[in-house]
C-alpha cells in the first residue's frame, strides 16, 4: 500500500504515523533505536504489506499491466489504491478526508526531527505540497507514477503507466472496493497495534 493507505490503517499518535511510514525508508536498519511505540507502527507497514503482496485480488491485477510494466505493477497499484481510496473516502473514515489530512500532516511534523535523511525530505515535500491532492485525478498520478519511474536507478519502462490503469480502471477499482474491507478488518483483528492496544485494554 501508499503513503495514505499506511497513515489510513495507522493509530491517531505521532509514533504511529512515524513508524507506519518508516517502513518505506528503510525502517528495519534503524528498529533497535526506536521506541516500542514506533516499532509497532513500523510492524504494522510491514504486516499490511505482506496481506496486500500475497493477497490473491492483488496478485491477479498486476496481470493488467503491460509486460514492459508488469515488474512494476505492485508500485502502480499501491498509487492508484491511493486514489481509490480518496475517491471512495466517505466509505471507510466519517471524518472530512480533509481534516483527516491536516491531523495526519500535523503527527507527521511532531516526528520530522527522528526521521531518516531521505524520510525528512520526502514527508517535508509530502506535508508542504499536499501530495495527496495530486492523487485524487488520474493526472495526478500518471505524474506521481512517472516521477517513481525516473527515480528507478536503472533503464525501465515503467513511465507511462497510467495508461494501463486507465484501460482497466473499472477492473481495479472493483479490485480495491472487495480488498481493502478486507484489509482494514484483518488490520483491526490482527495488526500489531491492535495487539498493543489490547494489552493496554
Same mark, same amino acid.
Do not use: C
Given at each position: 500500500?501508499?503513503?495514505?493507505?499506511?497513515?489510513?490503517?495507522?493509530?491517531?499518535?505521532?509514533?504511529?504515523?512515524?513508524?507506519?511510514?518508516?517502513?518505506?525508508?528503510? /525502517?528495519?536498519?534503524?528498529?533497535?533505536?526506536?521506541?516500542?511505540? %514506533?516499532?509497532?507502527?513500523?510492524?504494522?507497514?510491514?504486516?499490511?504489506?505482506?496481506?496486500?503482496?500475497?493477497?490473491?485480488? !492483488?496478485?491477479?491485477?498486476?496481470?493488467?499491466?503491460?509486460?514492459?510494466?508488469?515488474?512494476?505493477?505492485?508500485?502502480? =497499484?499501491?498509487? %492508484?489504491?491511493?486514489?481509490?481510496?480518496?475517491?471512495?473516502?466517505?466509505?471507510?473514515?466519517?471524518?472530512?478526508?480533509?481534516?483527516?489530512?491536516?491531523?495526519?500532516?500535523? $503527527? $507527521?511534523?511532531?516526528?520530522?526531527?527522528?526521521?531518516?535523511?531521505?524520510?525528512?525530505?520526502? %514527508?517535508?515535500?509530502?506535508?508542504?505540497?499536499?501530495?495527496?491532492?495530486?492523487?485524487?485525478?488520474?493526472?495526478? =498520478? /500518471?505524474?506521481? $507514477?512517472?516521477?517513481?519511474?525516473?527515480? =528507478?536507478?536503472?533503464?525501465?519502462?515503467?513511465?507511462?503507466?497510467?495508461?494501463?490503469?486507465?484501460?482497466?480502471?473499472?477492473?481495479?477499482?472493483? !479490485?480495491?472496493?472487495?480488498?481493502?474491507?478486507?484489509?482494514?478488518?484483518?488490520?483491526?483483528?490482527? /495488526?500489531?497495534?491492535?495487539?498493543?492496544?489490547?494489552?493496554? /485494554?
Amino acid at each position: 500500500m501508499n503513503y495514505l493507505a499506511h497513515l489510513y490503517l495507522a493509530q491517531s499518535t505521532a509514533d504511529s504515523h512515524f513508524g507506519n511510514l518508516l517502513g518505506d525508508f528503510g /525502517g528495519k536498519r534503524i528498529a533497535n533505536d526506536l521506541p516500542m511505540t %514506533v516499532k509497532r507502527g513500523l510492524d504494522n507497514h510491514y504486516f499490511v504489506d505482506r496481506f496486500t503482496d500475497n493477497h490473491k485480488m !492483488v496478485i491477479q491485477a498486476k496481470q493488467l499491466f503491460s509486460p514492459q510494466r508488469k515488474r512494476f505493477a505492485g508500485i502502480a =497499484i499501491d498509487v %492508484v489504491f491511493d486514489h481509490f481510496l480518496i475517491q471512495h473516502w466517505q466509505r471507510f473514515n466519517q471524518i472530512p478526508l480533509e481534516d483527516f489530512k491536516t491531523k495526519s500532516y500535523q $503527527l $507527521l511534523r511532531q516526528r520530522i526531527d527522528y526521521m531518516p535523511a531521505r524520510m525528512q525530505r520526502v %514527508v517535508t515535500s509530502m506535508v508542504n505540497n499536499d501530495w495527496f491532492k495530486e492523487y485524487e485525478t488520474t493526472t495526478g =498520478i /500518471g505524474t506521481a $507514477l512517472d516521477n517513481i519511474a525516473k527515480r =528507478i536507478r536503472f533503464t525501465n519502462r515503467f513511465s507511462g503507466a497510467i495508461e494501463d490503469i486507465e484501460r482497466h480502471y473499472g477492473q481495479l477499482e472493483m !479490485v480495491f472496493l472487495e480488498f481493502f474491507p478486507q484489509l482494514i478488518e484483518h488490520v483491526n483483528d490482527h /495488526g500489531p497495534e491492535k495487539s498493543a492496544l489490547m494489552e493496554r /485494554g
